[in-house]
C-alpha cells in the first residue's frame, strides 16, 4: 500500500510518501481501507519533533490518528457484519497517512445516514473537543461569548454550538478571509486578534473558547466578567496561557479543565456526528491534499492560511 514516512523530525518536506506492507487485522481489530486522513495542527508539532508530552512519534513511523473509509476484513473476536460499513476512528496515535490502517473495532464509529464521511472524518476529533468543552463551559442563553482560533476546526464547530444555546458570540481570527468565514457561520461579531487593540474591540464576555493561548489568551482572560468561565482546547501560538489561578479566584471567574472518562468522550463524538447527520452542524473543511503531498498540508497549516479542518484524501470513494 501507499503511505507517507515520517523517517526524522524536520520540516514539512521529512513527510515522503513510499510503499508499506499492508496492515494485517489482528484479534480484536479492523482492517479498514482509508478514504480520508485527519490532520491536526499537534500533528504538525509532533512531525517536527516538538510535540506536548506524552505524544511524541519515534520515527521511522507513518503519522496520523483520525481516519475514515470502510472495514474491508475483521480480525478474530469481531462482528463480521462490520465488514463494508462505513466508519471513522482513532488509529491510536499512528498509522493513518495510509491506503490502510488496522485499528481497535471497539474504537470505530459507524458514520450515520445522510452524513458524508468525509464531514464524519472532520468531526471525529474536533466534535468531540467543541461538545465537551461547550459543555464545560456551559454558555448561557444572552451571555457573551468569545471564541478564538474561530475559524480553525474546533472554532468553527464552537462558534455554531455556541449560539445554538442562545449565546451573543464574538469570534476572534486572524485576517479578512477567516473574519468574513465566522459571520457566515452566524457569529455575531468578529474581530481580528492579529490587529492592536482586538480586545477593546472584542469587549466584556462571559464565557472564553481559548484555542490560542499566549499572549492572545492572556487578553482574553482580562475581558471575563465576574462570574465569567475560561476553557482552552488549543495552543496555536505555540504556548499554553498559564494564567495562575489565583488571578483568576482573585476576579472572581473560573478556569475550566474539562475532565471526561473514555465513554464520555466517545458520547461527545457520536453526539456531534448525530447533530451533523441532522444538520444542525456543519463542519468545515477548509483544504483537502493527496496522501502523496501530506508535506504541503503540513505546511499549509504551518503557515496559520488554513481554514476549517484539513483532510488528506487517500483514495477515491468506492
Do not use: C
Not at 508499506?20 to 519533533?49: C, H, K, W, Y
Not at 462490520?82 to 459507524?110: I, N, P
Not at 472554532?155 to 469570534?171: F, M, P, R
Request: hydrophobic fraction near 45%; charge should be negative.
Amino acid at each position: 500500500m501507499r503511505a507517507v514516512w515520517l523517517r526524522k523530525f524536520g520540516g514539512p518536506e521529512v513527510l515522503v510518501a513510499g510503499d508499506a506492507p499492508d496492515p494485517v487485522p489482528g484479534e480484536g481489530r479492523a482492517l479498514v481501507e482509508v478514504e480520508f486522513a485527519n490532520i491536526t495542527f499537534v500533528e504538525t508539532q509532533m512531525r517536527s519533533g516538538t510535540g506536548p508530552m506524552p505524544v511524541r512519534l519515534e520515527p521511522p513511523v507513518i503519522p496520523g490518528n483520525g481516519v475514515g473509509g470502510v472495514v474491508t476484513a475483521v480480525g478474530d473476536g469481531v462482528d463480521g457484519t462490520l465488514v463494508g460499513r462505513r466508519v471513522v476512528s482513532s488509529t491510536g496515535g499512528t498509522g493513518g497517512y495510509a491506503e490502510k490502517v488496522a485499528v481497535d473495532a471497539e474504537g470505530l464509529f459507524e458514520v450515520p445516514d445522510g452524513l458524508a464521511l468525509d464531514d464524519a472524518v472532520a468531526l471525529l476529533a474536533d466534535g468531540r473537543t467543541a461538545t465537551m468543552m461547550t459543555r464545560a463551559a456551559r454558555p448561557r442563553e444572552g451571555e457573551r461569548v468569545l471564541v478564538e482560533a474561530a475559524a480553525g476546526g474546533v472554532g468553527t464547530l464552537l462558534v455554531q454550538l455556541a449560539k445554538a444555546q442562545g449565546a451573543t458570540v464574538v469570534a476572534a481570527a486572524r485576517g479578512a478571509r477567516k473574519t468574513e468565514l465566522v459571520m457566515r457561520l452566524g457569529a455575531d461579531e468578529a474581530v481580528d486578534y492579529g490587529e492592536p487593540g482586538w480586545a477593546e474591540k472584542a469587549g466584556p464576555v462571559d464565557v472564553v473558547f481559548d484555542g490560542v493561548g499566549g499572549d492572545v489568551a492572556r487578553e482574553a482572560f482580562g475581558l471575563l466578567r465576574k462570574g465569567g468561565r475560561m476553557v482552552s482546547f488549543g495552543l496555536a501560538s505555540g504556548e499554553w496561557a498559564s494564567i495562575p489561578e489565583e488571578d483568576a479566584r482573585e476576579r472572581g471567574v473560573a478556569l475550566v479543565r474539562p475532565t471526561a472518562t473514555p465513554e464520555e468522550l466517545r458520547e461527545f463524538t457520536r453526539h456531534a456526528l448525530r447533530e451533523a447527520a441532522a444538520g444542525r452542524i456543519e463542519p468545515v473543511i477548509g483544504q483537502r491534499f493527496p496522501l502523496d503531498d501530506a508535506a504541503g498540508a503540513h505546511a499549509a497549516i504551518e503557515s496559520r492560511g488554513t481554514v476549517g479542518k484539513t483532510l488528506l484524501e487517500v483514495s477515491p470513494p468506492s
